[in-house]
Structures are given as C-alpha cells and as structure tokens.
C-alpha cells in the first residue's frame, strides 16, 4: 500500500491514554485505528463506545475512532502510530507490530522507563525490534482529563526528525493543547524518566513529615542530578528544564501522581510493599537502573541511591532521605 | 564453466574502478555542478555557506598553507587577488569563481586508475607494503625479500568474504574501516583486493602519494588525493560531493570511519559524519534518480594491530593537544624506511599479527542483508528500503531527515567497531597497569601521571591480581559479543597474559615500553602503556574495575 494511502492515524494500546488520545486525534477531524490486543476491551469499546473502568469522563468516545485487534491493520492504513501501552504490556504488543512496519512509519511513544547499565531508552529499543527509524517521544504535564476537558495542556515532542515532529503537531494541537517540540530525543526521555526518582523522592520527603524546605532541597537536588545523568548520556541539560523535566515533576508533585504518592507511603509508613500496588509508577525501576548504570560509570547519584535503598529495603527509608539533608559536621 | 571461471577469483573481479579515467572528466564537471547547488542550498539558512565567506575562507587557508610552506608570493598571486576582489566582485562573477576553484579542488583530488597497474601492484607481493620497500631497494634490511611472503601469513583477513564476494554484484561496497596508522593504507587496499573484492576509490591523505614508499601504490589502488591541510568549507563540500558522485556511479568506496588516525589507540568513538553522508546521500539519490540498481551496502572494517607503527608520534600529539582539536602530522614513522622495517621485522619474527576482520554488511540504514543483498529486519522480515525515503507516497530528498539517518548509521559503525575490536595480551594488561597507576596514584593529574610513573615498580603479584580480575571481566564482555580476544589472549589466564605482554612491551619499542624485572614489572613509557590499554577503553571496565580494589584512594 502506497504511502499517500496510510492517512489514518494509529493509536496502540487502549488503555486511559490511548483511549483519550484516540478521542482527541478523532475529535481533530483525523481517521483513527486505535489497537488493543485484549479482544474484550475491543468488543466493550466497539459496542458501547466508552470504557466505564478506563476514561469514566469520557461520555461517547469520537465516530472517528475505529477499534482493532489485527496488527497488521495499523501499519497498513497508517503512517504516524503512538504507542501508549504501558511498560508492562509493551514488548509483547509491539513485538506482534513490528514485522509489519517499514521505514516509512513514523512512532512516537510515551512510555518513561529506562533499561539495563546502558540507560536505553524506549525510542531504542522500538529501533532495535523493528525496521523503524522516524521515531519520537512525548512527554509533559498533560493529562487525559485535562484534554477531554479542554482544560490547557502542554507536551513537548522529541525527534530528531523534523517531520516526526510536524505530523504530531499536525494531528494533536489544538487551541487548549499546545506543542512543543525539540530535535533532543534523549533528552525528551531522559528527562521524563528520571523526574519520576525525583518525584518519588519528594513523595518520601513529604511522608516523612520532614517539612517544606526539605522537599524544596530536595526537589532541586534530585532535579540536578537527573540532569546530570541525562547530560552523561548524551542528552542536552537545557532539555530537562523545559517539559518533560521540571514541567512534569512539578506536575507530578502537584497531582500526587504514582510516582509521589507510592513515595508518600513508603515515607510514612516505611513499608515497601506499597510499591506493587503502584504499577504505573516507573521510578523504582529507573531508580534501579540508574544506580547500576551510574556505578560503572563513576557518576555520583546520592539521591537516587537514597531512593533505591529506601525501596530495596538496604537503609530504613527515615536514615536514606535523612542523610541527604546532613551538612558538614 | 567459462575461461573466466579459471582465473583466480582476485582477477574475475573488474572493479568499475577501471572505466574512472574515461569518466574523471565528466565526474568533475558534475561535481562542479552540484558543489554549486549545493551552496546555493546551505546558503539560504546559514551565513557561512554564501559563496563570498566561502571563497575568502577558501583564499585564507590557502595563503596561510603557502607562507607555512614558504611559497614564494608570485605563487600566491591567485588566492591574493581573490581574498582582495571576493567582497566586491558582483554575484555572478563570485559564483564563476567558486565553480573554478570546485574544479581544480576535485580534479587535484581524484586520481588515475589503471587496471593493469592494480593487479601489479597487488599481485606482484603478498603485502602491499613490500612492494613500497622493494620500489625503494630495501629488501636487504629485512634480510632478504623471501621473509616477506611470511607477512602475509601474519596478516588475518577475518569476516564473511564469500557474503561480500557476492554483494559486490549486487550493489556497491563502501568500506570503513577503523584507522590506526597509515599502514592502513596498504594494508585495506591489499586485504580487499587480496579477499576477491573489487578496488575501491578513496580519499587517502596526500602525504601518501609524496611519501616515496607509498605514491606508486597508492595511486594505482585508485586513492584520491585529500589535503586536510586545507581545512575549509568548500574543500569539504568539494570532496563530499566528489565521494558521493562516485559512489553513485557504483564506484565501490573507502573512508576511514573517523578520518584521521586515532591518536589514543581507542576505537573511534566520533566518525565522520560528512563522507558519511555521502553513502546516505548516494543512496537516496540513486533511488529517488530511479537508478535499476542503486543499492549501496556498507562495509564496517576494523583493523587490529598488536603494535602500531606510529604509537610514538600519535600518543605524543594527543598529550599535546588534549582538548585542543585537531592537528596534522606531517611527519612521522610511516616516512622513515627503517622504523617501517623494523616494525615489519618484528611483526614477522615475534608473532605480533595483524587482523583485518570485515564485520557484517548492512545498508545504508544499519539493516542486515541477506545473501542476495536484501535488507532484512529484525523480525528476519524482507524490507523494502525505498520506504525509508517516502514523502507523501514518493521517495524524495529530505536533508534533515537523511543527516539523522546518517547519525544513526555512524552510531550502528561504532558498536560494530566495539563488538569486533579484537584485544590481545599487550592491550589487556596495558590497560590494568595503567589503571592501577591511576588509581593508586589519584592526586596526581593525568599529564603528572606520564612524567611521575616513568621507571616507576609494581609488584608482579599486584599487577596479576589486577589482570585476573580485568579477565574476569572480559570474559563476561567476551561471552556477550561485546569484545573479541586474540587467539593469544583467548584463554585469559593471568599468567600467560603477563608473559604475553612482556613480550609485547619489549617488541618493537625501543625502549621497552615496560619490563619485567625480578618480580617487578617497570614502567618506562607511561604514556605508551596508556596508549596500548586504550584499546579497552569504551566499555566501561574501568569503574568496574575500581570497584573491587577495595580501598585506596580516589584522592
């Protein structure tokens, strides 16, 4: 199928994102297959047009959203795909659409996670199980409520392809949603996930009871050193101050997102069972990794380390934050 | 069978390397032609491709280049005249003039090519480099010419040469090698042709063809002539253009990955991403020209020494001008007989080989092929590669998007580079000598550390400790396809890795870089230790090696 015929646009995964942002590509006047490899959903969505459990504010999900279970049905009808899966199902997802999809496609994610000592981002790994190489992230403080809404909401887009970039913005701005966009792709998503190990550190701060400033303190360090990391791995620093850094961790902070409200527990109730209960809320594991990866590159990380041994269950949560507020004695 | 199925495969393969003097001509006025479009592009966004700051930067370095050289002024006339007229002359005449300077920069680049002279220079010999020291009589300080066909079984020609055999009817090779010495030079051009591949044009730096040693030879391997002295925008623009014309003319290729010799002995980490670009561009052009056959396949190359020729003048201008860009060296090992001798001497004599290993083809866009030369996905799927270039249902042009498919491909190059790096004793123990010297000895800054550590002892129970636990290491790497090692270092046993790289430390340079003496290993040249090691450098061991130390001091 030529290219001037993929005009639909393709949303994988229909779970509160997906479906959301199904409703509002639809909404602005685009063609939408939206995949799901779960065939109840399909037939829930396609019999009621809503998803009670997922999105309950959204009353009737757009005419121009179209459900499917075929993998193949993407990739034939579309030439720009977002995959918002979450972490969990995403490599069985997106492995069944990859054989189908070609340099011509055009995948912009927003899953914030980091894998292995190598720190690799999603954009890499999409790369790497496919033929795909226009690829782009998405990230900031927006929000599915916010958008059905039509309350403001802000993203920015990474890509180091300019007509990635234009094709979002194509498809996605609006009066209430504003675009941004930079050709850093690995700062995008470096700093979208490391915000979430800030975020959960503020979240301990605060379960801790340990007062204003210290979350202030805290918030500015974790932010610093995310930046830090992000610079080492070839992301660019000004990068984490826009969006999808300083953006989404005042928003995450602000909204009690997973990410604070999983460290707000584990703060007051130094229990570390909390966290899987919270499988949204990726900063554990970036948390992990990011140790790991520091460690063999000789890059001091006080406060994810604090972070990830308050989580492991290597220092009591109080001594781990508590250290990092200790001057010089 | 036909007659030519007798032949020896290395004399079936005509390169269209052979029809490059019917067409130099043609090539340059086009060339010409695109050099000027293509400044009429970058020029619209950037200020420093407008044809005046292009010409007056042109006539700057030009008549810098002259005075170093001591030309007399009547010789710099020309580039006078232009760097006083350039901001004045009208558009057109401007332009006039750019096209000028683009032709004599490009028909001064490209070279002649004789077929006949090809399969003389690299049949007569078993190593190109003998036929440079015969050209020269020199056959009497290697003790006689018969020691030479030796040199061949020293050099390992390594990679899936039948794969690419068949490629090369297929599309067109351009290779890339990794770059330690000039040795490379004859080295790449006597593998390829050696292995049954067709001769390649490349941009091989001038000094080559005023070196006595090399000028025949390279000549006749269809090299062209690349000045880096002259360090501007238009030469470059000149020479990308030139590359990519002959690429898509299905000239198979050459370049080296970072254009220069690595200067720390470290696999290239930054490449060249302007000839690059060139491979990419071919590419897309052929395509988007509706070419029958514009398939162009790229061929990473990496070249592992034990000892490199020039390890002297290399590490000595890296510790000169750390952080201080780019130099070029004049003169070096390569241009003095002896030390060519002698390397060869030891290479021959003390089992220091030389491996040539050609990693996996892929095309332009990192894709693997299959062995009709298609590209294959990851998921083993036949791919299409046209649709890479699509735009609104077309392939077309698109010069953003085609410089980050350029990235990525140089990105994909390193990690072949990394993957096939192939390490041996010397480097490996090199490498835990100079980190534990760093380590142990924190407070001192890196340039300290080569002036203080020069006859500095360590203890060979220290030192083996250090190696056993770097084996450790490696063979995690090793196991997990990051690294190869040498036969000699296959085993990593501790003990035969220290004998191995005494014997290393001890050939070739003069003095040895470092000695085992009454249960002591003593350094004498620091900096060449770090320069061996160097070759482990990228994987990150370091830290990890810091690691188990367990104790002193980072300070």
Known sequence: MAESQRTAIGIIGAGRVGIGLAHVVASHGHRVLLFTSLEDRAAEIRATRHATQIVPELASLHAGVEVTTDPAALPAACTLLFVTTSRDYFPSVFERIAPELDGAHQVVHAIHTLDGTGLRRVSQRLISLSAIRQVGVMAGPAHVADMLAGRPNAVVVGSAYPRVVAAVRAVFASRSIVVESTSDIEGVEYAAALS???????????????????????????????????QAFGASPATFSGLAGLGRTIDSVRRIEPNYALGQIVGRTGSRSASESFSDALGPEVAAAVV???ALRGIPVPMTQAVHDALSGATPVRDAVQRLLEGDR | MSLSDLLPATLRTRSPISRLNDEREAICREVVERVARRVAFESATRLEYTVEALLSEAAHVELARMEERGLPADKQLYWRKLAQTVSRARDEDSLEELRRVSEKYATDAIGHFSQAAYWLATGL????????????????????????????????IEG??????????????VFVPTHSSHMDNLLIGWAIHHAGLPAVAYGAEVSLF???LTAAFMRNLGAYRVDRRLEHKLYKVVLTELSQCLIERGYPGLFFAAGKRSRTNQIEQQLKLGLLGSVVGAYVRNVTTGMVRPEVFVVPVVINYTHVLEANTLIEDHLRHRGKGRSIIEQDEFHQPARVARFIQDALDKEAPISLRFCNPTDVFGNELDELGRSVGPAGQVLDTRRYLWVGGKPAIDRDRDRQYTHELGGRLVETFMRNNTVSP??????????????????????????????LRISTSVLSGEVERLARLLRRE???????????????????LLRGA???????????????????????EPQLVYFYGNRLRGYGLENELAEGTGGYGHG
């Open chain 2, 426 to 455: 010397l480097h490996i123990v090199s490498f835990a000598l100079y980190e534990h010297l760093r380590r142990k000895h924190g407070s001192w800054d890196f340039y300290a550390l080569f002036r203080f550590a020069r006859g």
């Open chain 2, 502 to 524: 005494a014997d290393g430390w001890a050939t070739y340079h003069k003095p040895a870089v470092a000695e085992l003496v009454e249960g002591y290993v003593q350094v004498s």
């Open chain 1, 196 to 230: 979430q190990v800030t975020t959960l550190l503020a979240g301990m701060c605060d379960g801790l009871g340990l007062g204003e400033a210290a979350h202030s303190i805290l918030v500015t360090r974790g932010f610093a050193e995310a930046m830090r990391v992000g």
């Open chain 1, 292 to 294: 790991k990866a520091a």
């Open chain 2, 210 to 212: 005023d070196n006595p």
């Open chain 2, 125 to 156: 010999v078993p190593a190109g480099i003998a036929l440079a020291l015969s050209s020269e009589a020199r056959w009497s300080m290697l003790g006689g010419g018969g020691s030479l066909s030796g040199l061949a079984d020293r050099v390992r």
């Open chain 2, 160 to 173: 899936n040469l039948e794969h690419l055999r068949r490629l090369a009817q297929r599309g067109t090779l």
């Open chain 2, 478 to 496: 090793a196991d997990a396809g990051r690294i190869r090692l040498s036969p000699e270092a296959a085993a990593l046993d501790p003990v035969s």
